[in-house]
Protein backbone atom coordinates (compact mmCIF):
# COMPACT_ATOMS: atom_id res chain seq x y z
CA UNK A 1 0.00 0.00 0.00
CA UNK A 2 2.81 2.56 0.46
CA UNK A 3 4.54 2.05 -2.74
CA UNK A 4 0.35 2.69 -4.06
CA UNK A 5 0.53 5.78 -2.02
CA UNK A 6 4.12 7.10 -4.02
CA UNK A 7 2.94 6.50 -7.07
CA UNK A 8 -0.28 8.29 -6.37
CA UNK A 9 2.16 11.22 -4.99
CA UNK A 10 4.56 11.08 -8.30
CA UNK A 11 1.04 11.78 -10.42
CA UNK A 12 -0.04 14.56 -8.04
CA UNK A 13 3.17 15.87 -7.99
CA UNK A 14 3.21 15.87 -12.10
CA UNK A 15 0.31 18.08 -12.10
CA UNK A 16 -1.20 19.59 -15.35
CA UNK A 17 -4.62 17.75 -14.64
CA UNK A 18 -3.18 14.20 -14.90
CA UNK A 19 -4.64 13.18 -11.85
CA UNK A 20 -6.52 15.15 -9.13
CA UNK A 21 -8.45 14.08 -5.71
CA UNK A 22 -12.16 15.76 -5.19
CA UNK A 23 -13.87 15.82 -2.28
CA UNK A 24 -17.37 15.44 -2.54
CA UNK A 25 -20.87 14.31 -0.95
CA UNK A 26 -21.58 10.15 -1.20
CA UNK A 27 -25.13 9.07 -2.21
CA UNK A 28 -25.35 8.69 1.40
CA UNK A 29 -25.29 11.97 2.52
CA UNK A 30 -21.51 11.25 4.06
CA UNK A 31 -17.98 13.13 2.95
CA UNK A 32 -16.59 11.16 -0.09
CA UNK A 33 -13.33 11.45 -2.26
CA UNK A 34 -12.93 10.84 -5.84
CA UNK A 35 -9.73 10.42 -8.02
CA UNK A 36 -9.89 11.19 -11.20
CA UNK A 37 -7.48 10.30 -13.78
CA UNK A 38 -7.15 12.04 -17.08
CA UNK A 39 -6.40 9.17 -19.64
CA UNK A 40 -5.26 11.69 -22.35
CA UNK A 41 -2.45 12.49 -20.61
CA UNK A 42 -0.98 9.17 -19.08
CA UNK A 43 1.15 8.37 -22.27
CA UNK A 44 2.42 11.96 -22.18
CA UNK A 45 2.47 13.32 -18.23
CA UNK A 46 2.20 10.42 -16.78
CA UNK A 47 4.90 7.96 -18.80
CA UNK A 48 7.40 11.23 -18.07
CA UNK A 49 6.65 11.50 -14.23
CA UNK A 50 6.65 7.85 -13.52
CA UNK A 51 9.83 7.61 -15.91
CA UNK A 52 11.58 10.42 -14.07
CA UNK A 53 11.18 8.61 -10.50
CA UNK A 54 11.67 5.40 -11.21
CA UNK A 55 15.17 6.61 -12.87
CA UNK A 56 16.11 8.31 -10.09
CA UNK A 57 15.24 5.46 -7.88
CA UNK A 58 17.10 2.90 -9.96
CA UNK A 59 20.43 5.31 -9.86
CA UNK A 60 20.50 5.71 -5.84
CA UNK A 61 19.92 1.66 -6.49
CA UNK A 62 22.84 1.14 -9.02
CA UNK A 63 25.29 3.27 -7.32
CA UNK A 64 24.38 1.75 -3.67
CA UNK A 65 23.40 4.86 -2.42
CA UNK A 66 20.74 3.50 0.42
CA UNK A 67 20.58 6.84 2.21
CA UNK A 68 19.47 9.32 -0.64
CA UNK A 69 17.08 6.30 -2.14
CA UNK A 70 15.49 6.17 1.19
CA UNK A 71 15.31 9.84 1.89
CA UNK A 72 13.79 10.06 -1.62
CA UNK A 73 10.92 7.29 -1.24
CA UNK A 74 10.33 8.63 2.70
CA UNK A 75 9.65 12.08 1.12
CA UNK A 76 7.19 11.01 -0.77
CA UNK A 77 5.55 8.49 1.79
CA UNK A 78 4.96 11.00 4.22
CA UNK A 79 1.09 12.06 4.44
CA UNK A 80 0.61 16.15 4.55
CA UNK A 81 -2.38 17.42 6.03
CA UNK A 82 -4.81 17.57 3.40
CA UNK A 83 -4.07 13.73 2.37
CA UNK A 84 -4.90 12.72 6.05
CA UNK A 85 -8.11 13.83 5.91
CA UNK A 86 -8.27 11.99 2.89
CA UNK A 87 -6.95 9.13 4.37
CA UNK A 88 -10.02 9.37 7.48
CA UNK A 89 -12.64 9.61 4.68
CA UNK A 90 -11.56 6.56 3.03
CA UNK A 91 -11.27 4.89 6.30
CA UNK A 92 -14.61 5.55 7.50
CA UNK A 93 -15.74 3.90 4.46
CA UNK A 94 -13.58 0.88 4.00
CA UNK A 95 -15.41 -2.44 3.25
CA UNK A 96 -14.41 -5.85 3.99
CA UNK A 97 -12.12 -7.57 1.50
CA UNK A 98 -14.00 -9.53 -1.15
CA UNK A 99 -13.53 -12.92 -1.05
CA UNK A 100 -12.26 -15.53 -4.45
CA UNK A 101 -13.90 -18.27 -3.84
CA UNK A 102 -12.83 -20.74 -6.53
CA UNK A 103 -15.90 -22.90 -8.50
CA UNK A 104 -15.12 -26.79 -9.14
CA UNK A 105 -15.78 -28.33 -11.70
CA UNK A 106 -16.47 -32.27 -11.58
CA UNK A 107 -17.48 -35.28 -13.92
CA UNK A 108 -20.91 -37.28 -12.76
CA UNK A 109 -20.86 -39.98 -15.37
CA UNK A 110 -20.22 -38.37 -18.55
CA UNK A 111 -21.96 -34.82 -17.77
CA UNK A 112 -19.82 -32.27 -16.70
CA UNK A 113 -20.90 -30.04 -13.87
CA UNK A 114 -20.14 -26.89 -12.11
CA UNK A 115 -19.63 -26.47 -8.55
CA UNK A 116 -19.83 -23.27 -6.73
CA UNK A 117 -19.67 -21.96 -3.35
CA UNK A 118 -20.93 -19.21 -1.04
CA UNK A 119 -18.28 -15.85 -0.89
CA UNK A 120 -17.75 -16.11 2.70
CA UNK A 121 -14.92 -17.92 4.62
CA UNK A 122 -16.94 -21.01 5.09
CA UNK A 123 -17.45 -20.96 1.34
CA UNK A 124 -13.60 -20.60 0.82
CA UNK A 125 -12.63 -23.98 2.94
CA UNK A 126 -15.84 -25.83 1.25
CA UNK A 127 -14.09 -24.92 -2.27
CA UNK A 128 -10.94 -26.15 -0.97
CA UNK A 129 -12.34 -29.39 -0.08
CA UNK A 130 -13.60 -30.21 -3.19
CA UNK A 131 -10.91 -29.92 -5.20
CA UNK A 132 -8.40 -31.33 -2.79
CA UNK A 133 -10.34 -34.30 -0.76
CA UNK A 134 -8.54 -36.07 1.97
CA UNK A 135 -9.20 -39.29 0.00
CA UNK A 136 -8.38 -39.11 -3.57
CA UNK A 137 -8.26 -42.57 -5.16
CA UNK A 138 -7.23 -41.30 -8.52
CA UNK A 139 -3.77 -40.12 -7.05
CA UNK A 140 -3.76 -42.68 -4.95
CA UNK A 141 -3.67 -45.07 -7.56
CA UNK A 142 -0.89 -43.16 -9.24
CA UNK A 143 1.64 -43.34 -6.04
CA UNK A 144 1.43 -47.10 -6.25
CA UNK A 145 1.49 -47.38 -9.40
CA UNK A 146 5.42 -45.07 -8.94
CA UNK A 147 6.35 -46.55 -5.95
CA UNK A 148 8.55 -49.16 -6.34
CA UNK A 149 10.70 -46.84 -8.48
CA UNK A 150 11.18 -44.05 -6.15
CA UNK A 151 13.86 -45.66 -3.53
CA UNK A 152 14.38 -44.10 -0.30
Do not use: C, H, W
Not at 57 to 81: C, I, N, R
Not at 134 to 151: G, H, N, R
Amino acid sequence: MQARYVILRVLLEAGQGLVTVVDKEGTDGNPDVEVVLDRSLISTVGKEAIGNFLLKLQTFKSLGDFAAGSTMFKAYSEVPDEMTAVRAIVMARKEPRKLLVQPNVKLEGEEVVLQTFENTPAGMVASFVARFPADDPELMELYFAEKDAVSD
